[in-house]
């Protein structure tokens, strides 16, 4: 699975919030293998410079041979929204292929 990491301003893009994502991801890799082909990651400050819960996730899942599965969520920081997103595109691809099979 390739993993793309991209931040908008407000959202510091360093290598401890790489190694969180790519360890996070991990458990969807080894539930889903190879029917995930890419996973798009973007964080952004929807309230700059505000605080509380303002970091937006976007996550992305394309699965070979379906539509992607795309989730947003919020959160105070960066890692639980990246948590929490990953748990929400778990159940929608769950949900998607036991449609198809």
Not at 56 to 79: F, H, I, K, Q
Request: glycine share 6%; charged share 35%.
């Amino acid at each position: 699975m390739h993993i793309e990491i991209e931040t908008a301003a407000g959202v510091e893009h360093s290598a401890a919030l790489e190694e969180h994502v790519h360890n996070v991801v991990a458990r969807l890799d080894r539930r889903f293998g190879d029917r995930i082909t890419r996973l798009e990651v973007f964080f952004k400050d929807v309230r700059p410079g505000k605080g509380g819960v303002d970091k937006a996730c976007t996550l992305e899942a394309r699965l070979a041979g379906m539509d992607p599965v795309v989730v947003e969520t919020l959160s105070e920081n960066v890692y639980d929204a990246v948590r929490e997103a990953v748990d929400k595109v778990e159940r929608a691809i769950d949900k998607r292929v036991g449609r198809k099979a």
